[in-house]
């Protein structure tokens, strides 16, 4: 077998070992947490593994949500309370299902939209057999490591203005609506209040004539039915 | 010939394997929103499991539980609305820029699960350039090792000159709804102080006719 006999054979063991190579397991997303509700995610750790999770809150209420990570024993390795965003790395010691759960039980009529960005293991080579060189990268080849690892700086602050982005729009388009309801709400209000101011002063210059009247007169003249004949 | 074949088949199978999982129950929605640009093209590789309760682990689904998958664009309107088996993956392209919708619920078609039957979804969800897979480009093109690291930077770049075309959107939606909001308080403000003070005038008049019929002024 020649080198073109070799290139299949090659090529399947360069399959098989993507199989079964690590590939950088993780997951961004974003989803709507209810009121008094709780989300929880599941994920497989080896042991020694790093794992990171970064999370945000986009809208809803005060912007903040509970946030807690427990490894497979139970043990609650990470817990915060209503905060808005952060962001939390671990090395797994033990092997197993890591959960991570995000509450808003606190609240009771706002919807979140939370945010997060859950990463484990480094990431892998583009081809297995690059990641277990014998000699020094050539100079062409750090190069583009270098800007490799530049261009996720940016693609991970491009994320980040994005959201922060999000957040303002919902805010701004909130306020539109708002502004819109308080003017025509506050329009039919100025209308009610003077009309009624109107009518309200009209009513104590009328009808009430009568009563007064009649008790006036009986004090200053001394009713004659009122004595008795002696 | 045959590789190629052997080739897609074998990456087909490298669904989301231990990928994260959420635990849900028959027919409950679980919804995620994605925000993307127009054109992406997002593929959701996913992989189901029932909880048997004698082994007390996940095991993977019979075939009479599938995955209904909605996506809703940014105008509402249905993007996808398909059934599908208990693993495999979906994929739609976005055809407008802004916040898409995707609601996933498990079904069993046939009868009803007998116990309280705890379902686990694996979700692998890739946008745009990172669905590509190198070990095939290298493969049909020949393609060195540095090439390939030139590659990704190449779909790296473009992925980032694409969030900045959406970013320009999203800024201009964003720019178009405060002009508005400053628009309105502008109009309502002196609409508000002219139907003021033509109210007072009125009130003064009304009440001073008013007055004088009654003659007291």
Not at chain 1, 39 to 66: N, P
Not at chain 1, 95 to 101: A, D, E, I, L
Not at chain 2, 65 to 80: G, H, M, R, T, Y
Not at chain 2, 91 to 109: A, D, M, N
Request: proline share 5%.
């Amino acid at each position: 077998m020649g080198p073109a006999g070799a290139r299949p054979g090659s090529l399947l063991l360069l399959l098989l070992l993507l199989l079964r190579a690590e590939r950088p397991r993780g997951a961004e997303l974003t989803f709507e947490l209810p009121d008094s509700a709780k989300q929880c995610f599941h994920e497989d750790v080896e042991r020694g593994a790093k794992f990171s999770l970064d999370y945000q809150v986009i809208t809803g209420g005060h912007y903040d949500v509970d946030c807690y990570v427990e490894d497979p024993l139970g043990k609650t390795i990470y817990r915060e309370t209503k905060k808005q965003y952060d962001s939390f790395t671990h090395r797994a010691e033990v092997k197993g299902v890591y959960q991570f759960c995000f509450s808003n039980e606190f609240s009771t009529f706002s919807h979140k939209t939370v945010y997060f960005d859950f990463q484990v293991g480094d990431e892998p080579p583009i081809l297995p057999d690059m990641g277990n060189r014998v000699t020094a990268l050539t100079q062409m080849e750090s190069a583009c490591v270098t800007i490799h690892e530049a261009l996720k700086t940016v693609i991970d602050s491009q994320t980040h203005y994005r959201l922060r982005e999000a957040q303002d729009r919902a805010r701004a388009e909130e306020l539109s609506s708002r502004v819109s309801y308080w003017s025509v709400g506050e329009t039919v209000a100025l209308f009610l209040v003077s009309f009624g101011q109107v009518l309200l002063l009209k009513s104590f210059f009328t009808e009430k004539r009568p009563a007064p009247r009649v008790v006036h007169s009986q004090s200053l003249r001394p009713a004659p039915s009122t004595e008795l004949p002696s | 010939m045959a590789l190629p074949l052997l080739l897609g088949q074998l990456l087909a199978l490298m669904g989301p394997g231990d990928a994260f999982y959420l635990e849900v129950r028959e027919l409950e929605e679980k919804c995620f929103i994605q925000e993307i640009p127009d054109g992406t093209v997002v593929i959701g590789n996913y992989k189901t499991e029932l909880y048997d309760p004698a082994m007390e682990k996940y095991q993977p689904s019979p075939q009479w539980i599938n995955l209904f998958v909605f996506v809703k664009d940014p105008e509402n309107k249905n993007l996808l609305a398909r059934q599908y088996g208990p693993q495999g993956s979906f994929t739609f392209t976005s055809q407008s820029p802004g916040e898409h919708q995707i609601c996933l619920h498990l079904e069993s078609i046939r009868f009803a699960l007998f116990y309280d039957g705890k379902l686990a979804i694996h979700l692998d969800m890739q946008l745009g350039e990172r669905s590509n897979d190198y070990a095939e480009f290298a493969a049909k093109d020949k393609l060195t090792q540095l090439h390939l690291r030139v590659q990704q930077l190449v779909e790296q770049v473009e992925l980032i000159q694409k969030e900045q075309e959406y970013q320009r959107w999203r800024e201009e939606r964003f720019r178009q709804t405060s002009e508005s909001t400053n628009q309105r308080v502008l109009w309502w403000s002196i609409l508000q102080t002219f139907i003021l003070v033509a109210t007072g005038v009125w009130q003064m008049q009304h009440l001073k006719s008013f007055f004088k019929a009654k003659k007291l002024v």
